[in-house]
């Protein structure tokens, strides 16, 4: 196969930087619906929405990410993604996640419907851990079709 | 001249708490480690996130309207100063520092009747001492290191700004430049000023083995933004205000953490260097104790020798 073309690719958080490196493709959960974005992508601003990012290596293999809102941004062949959390699949711990969703659809319930603002947070909350959820799910089926 | 015991007693008084300076030097020590790496990891997004929200600022203003989180006021009635202060002292002059520097820069401004929100306990002293009032006061943890622990105040920052109940907000924070040098800042968060291009928190005024990142954000406009004469349209999705709305609170957030970092950063070196100081000063004592200690000893032996000695001879 000819060589393919490769994208730059970083994904920062407030608290670390999770990635950088070029990969061949990166599907990104936007506000707008999902994108994915190949080499040589027009340059694009974009919100993310919490949920699972999935980079294409350049040696084929793909990773899985976790990612809790923030934004995404194209550049000229460079793929910068700001996000508010982020986790690699293969490093979440699934029972974990499990739990701490069960946690949060729980308080959820418990709500008292005026709190408004708690609600928000709650609900954001919920979709950050399901995101986590899902990346890990994704990344054992992944797993599983290698094998 | 003083008696043995006497003496003694303040040695061993002396060595205890050159242990414990020694002991706190060393913790320091390894907070300062910690935070500084901390440091290091928030600065891309930081920077990142800079040069992105400039680029959209340009974006948006062409259309004409100005966000309001990024138009100057005219007419400023209230500033608000967001300091960083540690919880506990034995750090030097880091306190008083930073709230010279607040308190200069009030001056500055011609007095305009502000409001400090102070971030740890030693900061209350800008009212105790200066009589400056304070509207909030945050509890801080020693070696932050999640961005939660900003997102009240940032949030807070932004409500009374929008509300107008403050006209511009200025963080006083200490920047961390290296383990010996700590240099105290005032800076403008709100109104996001677009235009101090290089004069935001995380890129000014660095040493070069942490990371001058200006030259990033020149880089990043003529590489990625700009091929040639070449401008790129960028698209925004939804909506270049849409993505604005969202950024713009989320860069004041990384700010504050920014600012939060660097304070502790700065805290921990600032009393690693104070405790130092405090051991290698109680080395000092000790030694010159110890030479009076036995002057004295040898002085008592001296007398006891010639007591007996004229005891033998009023025998003979």
């Not at chain 1, 407030?14 to 040589?40: A, F």
């Not at chain 2, 015991?5 to 320091?28: D, G, H, L, N, P």
């Not at chain 2, 000092?284 to 004229?310: C, G, H, M, P």
Request: aromatic share 4%.
């Amino acid at each position: 196969m000819a060589s393919k073309k490769e994208i730059k690719f970083e994904i920062v958080t407030p608290e670390k930087t999770l990635m950088k490196e070029p990969v061949l493709q990166v599907t990104v959960p936007t506000e707008s619906g999902e994108i994915t974005v190949l080499p040589e992508h027009a340059p694009l601003v974009s919100i993310l929405k919490p949920g699972v990012l999935e980079v294409v290596k350049t040696d084929n293999t793909l990773e899985v990410i976790a990612v809790a809102g923030g934004f995404v941004e194209v550049l000229l062949n460079k793929i910068v993604i700001l996000a508010d959390s982020a986790d690699r699949a293969s490093e979440i711990d699934e029972e974990e996640a499990e739990k701490a969703r069960k946690r949060a659809e729980e308080s959820l319930k418990n709500l008292r419907s005026e709190d408004r603002e708690r609600f928000a947070e709650i609900t954001a909350q919920l979709e950050r851990e399901l995101a986590k959820s899902r990346s890990v799910k994704r990344w054992r089926n992944l797993n599983r079709h290698i094998k | 001249m003083a008696n043995t015991k006497e003496i003694q007693r303040r040695i061993k008084s002396i060595s205890s708490t050159k242990k414990i300076t020694k002991a706190m030097e060393m913790v320091a020590a390894a907070k300062m480690r910690r935070t500084t790496e901390a440091v290091l990891r928030t600065r891309p997004y930081a920077n990142l996130s800079w040069v992105t929200v400039l680029n959209l600022a340009k974006a948006v203003n062409s259309n004409g309207t100005i966000h309001l989180l990024l138009s100057e006021r005219k007419d400023i009635k209230k500033v608000a100063i967001v300091l960083f202060s540690s919880n506990r002292g034995l750090c030097g002059g880091f306190n008083s520092a930073i709230m010279a520097k607040a308190r200069n820069s009030i001056i500055k401004h011609n007095n305009l009747p502000t409001d400090f929100i102070v971030i740890g306990k030693k900061g209350l002293a800008v009212n105790s001492r200066y009589k400056y009032n304070v509207s909030a006061q945050f509890e801080k943890n020693d070696t932050a290191s999640e961005i939660k622990e900003v997102q009240a105040l940032a949030k807070m920052m932004i409500d009374d700004f929008l509300n107008k109940k403050y006209d511009k907000v200025l963080v006083a924070y200490t920047d961390f430049v290296n383990p010996a040098k700590q240099v105290p800042r005032v800076k403008q968060i709100l109104p996001i000023d677009v235009n101090a291009e290089d004069d935001h928190l995380g890129i000014v005024g660095k040493d070069e083995k942490l990371g001058v990142d200006k030259e990033f954000v020149k880089e990043k406009q003529d590489k990625y933004l700009s091929k040639g004469e070449e401008k790129f349209l960028m698209t925004y999705e939804p909506s270049a205000e849409e993505v604005l709305n969202q950024m713009l609170p989320r860069l004041i957030e990384v700010q504050l953490f920014q600012a939060l970092l660097e304070s502790n950063a700065s805290e921990h070196s600032a009393r690693m260097s104070a405790m130092n100081k405090a051991t290698e000063a109680a080395s000092d004592l000790v030694k010159e104790l110890t030479l009076f200690y036995n002057k004295a000893r040898q002085a008592s032996i001296t007398a006891e020798i010639a007591e007996i000695s004229a005891g033998a001879n009023a025998l003979e």
